[in-house]
């Protein structure tokens, strides 16, 4: 089975053989920019109490901290939106060997983005998702943890080169974005486990989420 690296190095290998040169190298810049600038000082840790959120997911109904940890600790993944194809694999493969594993820690799974719940229930329709996908209206709940960061102009322009304008998916018609992140928060809103990744094509690996569920189990 592939590890979300290897999937998303496909992606890139794909994207570099049809792309315009001139895009594949705005993109490769951005991501070496802010893979230099790493994780923004200030941004959530381990040991950090989450703030409540309500946030409106997919179909209109509102998602709290308190309900998604009543039973057990909360997987939270930010990502982009539905438009990155780095943030798909990653929330396919969660979907398909994440999801079967968290009923043996009584987790929950819940993918927060900055679009808007009728683009979460599009990016939940396309990828089959049945875990809860909430919308984080101006990113304001990854902006407290401090995991946001402003895409380049060049960035932008690229992509709406290729046909994509990230702000048509917001509701605050923004363009700060989350790093991709996954927490994972116990009962007392605690982060437990933080993974930040500053370069846009990282991800979290099922394992790396699987052993520190196990770690915070014993």
């Not at 099922?206 to 196990?214: E, G, R, S, Y």
Request: charged share 20%.
């Amino acid at each position: 089975m592939q590890t979300i690296a290897e999937q998303v190095n496909e992606v890139k290998a794909a994207a570099a053989s049809r792309l315009p040169a001139e895009v594949v190298a705005v993109f490769a810049s951005d991501q070496a920019a802010l893979a230099a600038a790493g994780v923004p000082a200030g941004a959530v840790s381990v040991g950090d109490t989450l703030p409540p959120f309500s946030l409106s997911d997919a179909t209109g109904q509102i998602r709290t901290l308190e309900e998604l940890t009543a039973d057990g600790p909360a997987v939270i993944v930010f990502y982009r939106g539905g438009w990155c194809p780095y943030c798909n694999v990653a929330l396919r493969t969660y979907q398909r060997e994440l999801l079967p594993e968290l009923g043996a820690y009584s987790a929950r799974l819940v993918a927060i983005s900055p679009e808007t719940p009728d683009a979460s229930l599009s990016t939940q329709e396309k990828a089959e998702l049945v875990y809860t996908v909430p919308s984080d209206t101006a990113a304001e709940l990854a902006k407290s943890l401090g995991i946001t960061f402003e895409p380049s102009e060049d960035g932008l322009a690229a992509q709406r080169n290729l046909g994509v304008d990230i702000r048509t998916t917001r509701a605050d018609n923004g363009t700060p974005l989350p790093m991709p992140t996954v927490l994972i928060v116990d009962r007392d809103r605690i982060a437990r486990f933080v993974d930040i990744h500053p370069d846009y094509t990282g991800r979290t690996e099922v394992n790396d989420i699987l052993t520190a569920l196990q770690t915070l189990a014993t």
